[in-house]
Nanobody
Framework: QVQLVESGGGLVQAGGSLRLSCAASGRTFSNYAMGWFRQAPGKEREFVAAIRGNGYSTSLADSVKGRFTISRDSAKNMVYLQMNTLKPEDTAVYYC?????????????????WGQGTQVTVSS
């Protein structure tokens, strides 16, 4: 069982930055690929970023490439999403997810555990 708790969301102006954090429970954290997804009102949940269990490989959605970075600190059981040059279209609830595989996926249904989400609002 893995429990995930996100933090770091908030209100920011366009062009600003935020760093989301995800604290994970469990002693085998490095066995899990981790992902960030987001869901805006009236829209489906969409992939944002993912990182392999060993942290050596990452994937980013085209819409955030060059602006967002995903990283993990397995010693602290933490995953981070650094978001720069934020745009109003980045406004959404952001979710941290864990996949009981070492390799990541961009498909949200392949993730086994989810956090409660953190709101990110970008004003124009």
């Amino acid at each position: 069982q893995v429990q995930l708790v996100e933090s770091g969301g908030g209100l920011v102006q366009a062009g600003g930055s935020l760093r989301l954090s995800c604290a994970a429970s469990g002693r085998t954290f490095s066995n899990y690929a981790m992902g960030w997804f987001r869901q805006a009102p009236g829209k489906e949940r969409e992939f944002v970023a993912a990182i392999r269990g060993n942290g050596y490989s990452t994937s980013l959605a085209d819409s955030v490439k060059g602006r967002f970075t995903i990283s993990r600190d397995s010693a602290k059981n933490m995953v981070y999403l650094q978001m720069n040059t934020l745009k109003p279209e980045d406004t959404a609830v952001y979710y941290c997810a864990a996949r009981a595989r070492s390799y990541y996926s961009s498909d949200y249904y392949s993730y086994d555990y989810w956090g409660q989400g953190t709101q990110v609002t970008v004003s124009s």
